[in-house]
């Protein structure tokens, strides 16, 4: 193998020595098999290319000081997948078995890990499809579960920074009692038109409305929204937002660091009163926010006139990485150490 350039990492895909998967069929789950193959090899009718029965996870491991590989919250990924199954009516992937997978990914592949300078970590990417042949609609009989990962560069190469992003009106991610609060493909395809149009007019992302009045804050692409005013973190509810995992880590962390916390529908009018933005999820853990335009409305609400991220998404990046690659004590469980 060459030698990987850890700095030149993007977040893309670069091709590891193993996964992991199971299969269900007859109403059990196999037990995980080490594969060496990038490829499923899927039926022309499995229910999962026809009517979308996929779900998805993402989650990371990072190497810290010690040299020590530290997979963050993955039981939280497990049941989080086992909701999303429901969802899409898919046979649900035990927690342990979710777990046991994707430890043996991370240990597979851990020449793969990148070292703790680096600032880089590796992706996991489990995922759960309708696999048997199927044409009516109606949920599958079989599933795979597989589970791969891949190494991916800082999120922020040229350091922690603030970027705009849009509300375009026209589009919803998901509908009010849709699939929103579930992590299933469907949805992102739904959000990629949105999505590249964002970003090929400089933005980073799409920050939705609720579909229903178009009066709330939802959420953005794939990350979920939050604010700060006066000590307080407030963060968007509603039926239609995706529960991540970052943003009850730092829930918790806001709170620890003397915070008040909000979960609440968010007026857009609001953001004219925050005194930082940021989204927040896996892959870039905050990604502050520069300003949201809101093009139909004409109007701009600014959080850092600068660029600069405030000081309070600051504090609370730094605290969830140092957590996350052993600099900081672990006080709540949420580290597996390898
Ligand atoms: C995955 C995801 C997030 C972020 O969740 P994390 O668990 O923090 O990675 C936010 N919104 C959507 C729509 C997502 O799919």
């Not at 020449?111 to 489990?126: D, I, M, Q, W």
Request: some cysteine.
């Amino acid at each position: 193998m060459d030698a990987i350039n850890w700095s030149e990492l993007t977040f893309g895909y670069l091709k590891t020595d193993y996964n992991v998967r199971s299969h269900y069929r007859d109403g059990k789950w196999s037990d995980p098999e080490i594969s060496d193959s990038e490829f499923l090899n899927l039926h022309i009718a499995s229910s999962c290319l026809h009517y979308g029965q996929e779900a998805f996870e993402g989650l990371k491991a990072f190497r810290g000081k010690d040299g020590k590989i530290r997979i963050f919250r993955m039981r939280d990924n497990a049941l989080r997948m086992q909701a999303s199954a429901r969802g899409v009516m898919m046979a649900e992937f035990p927690v342990e078995l979710f777990e046991k997978a994707v430890v043996e990914a991370v240990k597979r592949n851990e020449r793969f890990v990148p070292p703790y300078e680096s600032g880089a970590s590796l992706y996991v990417r489990p995922l759960l499809i309708g696999t048997s042949a199927q044409v009516g609609v109606k949920p599958a009989r079989e599933y795979t579960f597989v589970v791969f990962v891949t190494p991916v560069g800082p999120y922020f190469k040229e350091g922690f920074k603030t970027t705009p992003v849009v509300i375009y009106r026209e589009y919803d991610r998901a509908a009010p009692l849709g699939t929103g609060t579930i992590k299933v493909g469907g949805n992102y395809a739904a959000s990629l038109v949105a999505g590249e149009k964002a970003h090929e007019n400089g933005y980073s992302a799409v920050l939705y409305l609720d579909a229903r009045e178009k009066k709330y804050i939802d959420e953005c692409g794939p990350a979920n929204f939050f604010g700060i005013k006066n000590n307080t973190y407030i963060t968007p509810q509603s039926t239609s937002i995706l529960p991540s995992i970052t943003n009850k880590s730092l829930i918790q962390l806001a709170e620890d660091e003397g915070l008040s916390v909000e979960r609440r529908s968010i007026p857009i009018e609001e953001l004219g009163t925050f005194e930082e933005a940021g989204m927040c999820g896996t892959a870039a853990v905050i990604s502050p926010i520069q300003r949201v335009d809101d093009v139909a409305e004409n109007k701009s609400y600014v959080f850092s006139a600068d660029g600069k991220p405030g000081v309070i998404c600051e504090k609370l990046y730094q605290k969830l990485r140092a957590i996350q690659y052993g600099d900081a004590p672990d006080n709540y469980g949420w580290v597996t150490v390898l």
